[in-house]
């Protein structure tokens, strides 16, 4: 018996170098910029992070040692070095570009920050010019690799050349493990995945941050070329259990791993913004109803919370314990998602979202004009609801320092503790919402509401049902962001604002993340939240560079960051399954092929 073997072409290097001596340039090249690390980079600790000391990264230097140590690794892969072959069952050579581009990448900001900073290059000491010319050999060089595939396209432009040689063929199909050791990968990933999460958080500086973003960039760019982030989400797919258990550990982890109060803070508003993200995904994502005034719903929860939160400021007057509080709040907000839902959700499209639009100008104008002169006094108008108590559960005082197994937890702990119980409802909601009956009836509204119609499908009450609950869900984290803020205000809900949540970035986190998906916008509200988080020197253009974020991704990458496999063929380029090659037959060599083809 003959086994044929077909083996595709090797494409050729995006600079016209010999392939063993690209590699080995890139080995140097990297290695030259590790080294680097350990000399001082400035003469002066007026550049933050201290890059002055000798024999001891910091800071900056610390992101471009990751990445020329990541280089090195996956340099070396490329050799078949036994115990290193697993990190590359995809792309070869790819995520060696990538990491070396990274590597650049980190050095080349550093290097021009310092100069910025501290007035020109003069400042610069021998280490970072040993890390930059490192940096530059490799990069140069692992263009020069050969390439993972072929290059597919009619054009032979130099851009679509160096974007072909960025790409890599699907991962290789895993050996099968033993179930213990495929969910301690899953819980190595999660701890990973906390760690990196935890020091973005961290950073001090802005210059750390954009460091940080561009390396985590590249790394996470090439690990998926390398076919390793593919391989894990077929392990988390396969264990979805393990994978919520494990990601709700992490998620547990994260205050304890927390110095300052004020990251703790970023991180309950991470989830807040994300639960209603997610909240927001079951009505886009799931239904395909286009809503651009979702925030209200938020607002509306967080209103009702904080008129019975017992403020002094309220003018209802009333105390009610918690559950009764966010009962209030949910309810509220299902019952003006009903409202809203019932005559509007026979529009579509365009005029839904019109709609909708409105809806979320018109509660805030409400709220605004509720003030006792141009309308009843509920809201206390512009100056909103202040300061609202902060919850006491069965003795446990939210807004006071505890310590927990040795761990001192403050007041934004304590409320991104209780958010997380929040999310971790919402999500187990939108769970077993999308795989239930229900939720595959959204689906085909989405897709087509006029064939799902005919296939006995009751369209407006399947959508109404998906507007309420997204109001719900909405509700509910507006209760406990009425207690993190000590104050709700007409402000804090628009449709567009420097400020998430708005409806703007909500839908923005649905779509980068990935709609109808779980993860997806639980990690596109982390990035929208935590970026103008800790770049606060760029608040002046955040709304221009998030439009222009918004039509890169709409180029780049339609389907979003956490896309399912329907909208990964929904955006392919044939708009159809890929068609597998012809198999023969091993006794007569006739071509084997399904009926029809």
């Known amino acids: 018996m003959t086994t044929n073997h077909t083996t595709a072409p090797e494409a050729a290097p995006f600079l016209p170098v010999p392939a063993a001596a690209a590699r080995i340039a890139t080995l140097a090249g990297a290695a030259i910029a590790l080294a680097g690390t350990f000399l001082a980079w400035t003469w002066t600790s007026e550049f933050p992070g201290d890059l002055t000391v000798t024999g001891y990264p910091g800071g900056l230097q610390v992101l471009t040692l ?21 990190l590359t069952p995809g792309g070869t050579n790819s995520p060696v570009r990538l990491l070396a581009l990274g590597t650049l990448g980190t050095t080349g900001y550093t290097i021009g920050a310092i100069a910025y900073d501290l007035g020109g290059v003069v400042n610069l000491e021998p280490g970072a010019w040993v890390s930059g010319t490192g940096a530059l050999i490799a990069a140069i060089a692992a263009l020069g690799l050969p390439g993972d595939q072929p290059h597919t396209g009619t054009g032979t432009t130099a851009w679509q050349r160096f974007r072909n040689s960025l790409g890599a063929p699907p991962a290789r199909r895993a050996t099968p493990l033993p179930s213990w050791a495929e969910i301690l990968i899953i819980a190595v990933a999660f701890g990973i995945g906390l760690y990196i999460f935890s020091y973005g958080i961290d950073t001090d500086y802005a210059e750390l941050f954009i460091g940080f973003l561009i390396t985590v960039g590249f790394a996470f760019t090439a690990l998926h070329r390398a076919g390793l982030v593919s391989r894990v989400t077929a392990l988390t797919t396969k264990h979805r259990n393990v994978t919520l258990a494990a990601a709700l550990v992490a998620a547990v982890c994260f205050p304890f791993t927390q110095q300052k109060e004020e990251y703790a803070l970023i991180g309950a508003n991470i989830l807040i913004f994300a639960t209603v993200a997610l909240g927001l995904n079951v009505v886009v994502g799931l239904a395909g109803l286009l809503d651009l005034g979702y925030v209200a719903f938020l607002g509306v929860g967080a209103y009702a919370a904080a008129l019975v939160s017992g403020s002094t400021m309220s003018a209802i007057g009333v105390e009610f314990p918690f559950w009764a509080a966010v009962l209030t709040g949910a309810a509220a907000s299902l019952i003006f ?204 253009y955040q709304l221009f560079l998030f439009g222009v974020a918004l039509i890169l991704l709409m180029r780049l990458r339609p389907e979003g960051l956490v896309a399912d496999r329907r909208k990964q063929l929904e955006f392919h380029e044939t708009d159809q399954l890929d068609v597998p090659e012809p198999r023969q037959s091993e006794e007569t060599g006739a071509g084997i092929a399904k009926a029809g083809a």
């Not at 104008?365 to 300061?387: A, F, M, R």
């Not at 709700?488 to 449709?495: A, G, L």
């Open 337 to 540: 998602g009903v409202l809203i839902g019932a005559p509007t959700l026979r529009l579509r499209g365009d005029y839904l979202a019109i709609v909708t639009l409105g809806f979320g100008e018109i509660f805030r104008l409400t709220v605004n004009n509720l003030n006792g002169n141009s309308g009843p006094d509920l809201t206390n108008g512009s100056q909103g609801i202040p300061s609202i108590p902060d919850l006491n559960f069965f003795g446990f005082d939210f807004g006071l320092k505890h310590d927990i197994l040795g761990f001192n937890l403050g007041r934004s702990a304590n409320y991104y503790l209780l958010m997380l119980v929040f999310t971790a409802v919402v999500v187990l909601v939108f769970r077993r919402s999308g795989e239930s009956r229900i939720g595959r009836a959204w689906v085909a509204i989405r897709e087509d509401e006029t064939a799902a119609t005919a296939m006995g499908i009751n369209a407006f009450r399947l959508k109404l049902l998906a507007f309420a609950l997204g109001a719900t869900l909405a509700g509910l984290a507006g209760t406990v962001q009425a207690h993190v803020n000590y104050t709700v205000t007409p402000e804090q809900y628009q449709f567009a604002g420097s400020v998430p949540p708005n409806s703007a970035f909500l839908l923005a986190a649905v779509i980068l993340g990935g709609m109808g998906t779980l993860s997806g916008p639980l990690v596109g509200a982390a990035l929208l939240y935590l970026i103008p988080a800790k770049l606060q020197f760029m608040s002046d």
């Open 66 to 86: 990751i990445s020329a140590a990541l280089t090195l690794l996956f340099a070396l892969s490329g050799y078949g070095i036994r115990g290193l072959r697993w």
